[in-house]
């Protein structure tokens, strides 16, 4: 059943669960330098992203109705065929999500992917095909995420770039974004790089309500406790702290609600402190049930 959906304005945001999977190592190797009173503190506050010492990750996707349009962000980690199944050993459930959100895969015009990692592609492509699982919808990529993956000599990246893009490309449903793109009126894709090369978010503005679809800007609530500390999948990552920094102040500045990927909630607000930290507040969201954002 889909985590709950909210209105910003007039935009429908529906959370879609793909999954809850393990990180295959310790939460500290994932975040590596992060001190143990963090630890604790994040575990305290947030046991649900620990399973033993081990990261445990929402891998959620967000259904966006705005302006007559349905916006699919991010694919998930998706069926056993796709490349993120090696490490999660989770079939993903966006499938049956979008079947409970009373949503067809024909009814999506544009799937907009926040960054080109396995567990945000999952289900580009219809499983046991290599035709993309939503017929009517543009795919949307940023263009340094396609540059990045095309000239990477990695044999992981090959094989995603295989499974996922180049059947995009075929089709002649892949569009290349930039700096700030117009999804609808309401809706605007951000680069916020550092995470990939081409990591974007989506900001939503909508009679005077904002939010923001904020992918992997931050991916564990420990990150919020201490300012700078990256994770291993971080591309860039004095970049991407930066990034980090300088979107959590204007986040706050303008008020936005943020919807992450991976916390167990789906929506909720990154709020400062005096001391340059963050904490996560959750919204209390009840599953298949509307609130007012």
């Keep these: 059943m889909p985590h709950g959906s909210l209105r910003v304005g007039r935009v429908e945001v529906v ?6 999977v393990l990180a295959s190592e310790p939460a500290a190797d ?26 445990r990750l929402h891998v959620h996707c967000y259904l966006l109705r705005s302006e007559g349009s349905t916006v699919l962000v991010d694919t998930g980690v998706g069926p056993e065929a796709a490349p993120a199944f090696g490490w999660s050993r989770s079939r993903g459930r966006l499938p049956e999500e979008l079947a409970g959100a009373g949503t067809d895969p024909a009814d999506v015009d544009r799937v907009l992917i926040t960054h080109v990692h396995d567990d945000h592609l999952g289900w580009i492509v219809a499983e046991g095909t290599a035709d ?19 000239a990477s000599p990695n044999e992981e990246d090959r094989a995603i770039l295989a499974a996922t893009i180049d059947p995009l490309a075929r089709a002649g449903v892949l569009r290349a974004t930039e700096n700030d793109t117009a999804i609808t009126g309401e809706l605007t894709a951000v680069h916020a790089p550092g995470h ?3 990591h974007q978010m989506v900001l939503i503005d909508s009679e005077g309500e904002r939010a923001i679809v904020s992918g992997d800007l931050v991916n564990h609530p420990a990150q919020l406790l ?30 936005r609600l943020a919807i992450p990927a991976h916390f167990p909630e789906p929506f909720g607000r990154f709020e400062p402190e005096d001391d340059g930290r963050h904490r996560w507040r959750p919204l209390a969201v009840e599953p298949g049930r509307p609130v007012v954002g």
């Design 132 to 150: 993309p699982l939503f017929p009517s919808a543009t795919y949307l990529i940023h263009r340094a995420d396609l540059d990045a993956l095309r």
């Design 226 to 255: 201490q300012p700078g500390l990256n994770g291993t999948s971080d591309f860039e990552p004095a970049l991407a702290a930066a990034t980090r920094a300088d979107w959590l102040e204007r986040i706050g500045r303008e008020g």
């Design 15 to 20: 959370a879609l669960c793909d999954g809850v």
């Design 196 to 198: 990939t090369p081409g």
């Design 30 to 55: 994932s975040f590596p330098g992060g001190q143990n009173q963090v630890w604790a503190e994040t575990r305290d506050a947030h046991p649900d992203v620990f399973e033993g010492d081990r990261w």
